[in-house]
């Protein structure tokens, strides 16, 4: 087996071909997208890595109050089969 197949092989083992989709699917929705976003784990006092961070901002001509809803996700993926 040549080295490209067996890289393949082991991403497809992971939950990163999801997490490649989501973030394409996302951001041809107007997302924001970040990949492997760092944050300290405050219970372990480790450093961990959210998959994706994705914010978008919304208009809200009609509401009385506001006038922006931002929203963020933040998106663990995990192996899809």
Avoid at 13 to 29: H, M, N, Q
Wanted: with cysteine; proline share 4%.
């Amino acid at each position: 087996m040549i080295l490209e197949e067996r890289i393949i092989e082991e991403l497809e083992k992971s939950g990163y071909p999801l997490e490649i989709k989501a973030t394409l699917t996302l951001e041809s929705k107007g997302w924001n997208v970040l990949n492997q976003e760092g944050y300290l784990d405050v219970e372990t006092n480790k450093w961990r890595t959210i998959d994706i961070l994705a914010t978008k901002t919304f208009e809200l001509p009609n509401s009385p109050a506001y006038k922006k809803l931002h929203l963020c996700l933040a998106i663990e993926c995990k192996k899809n089969r």
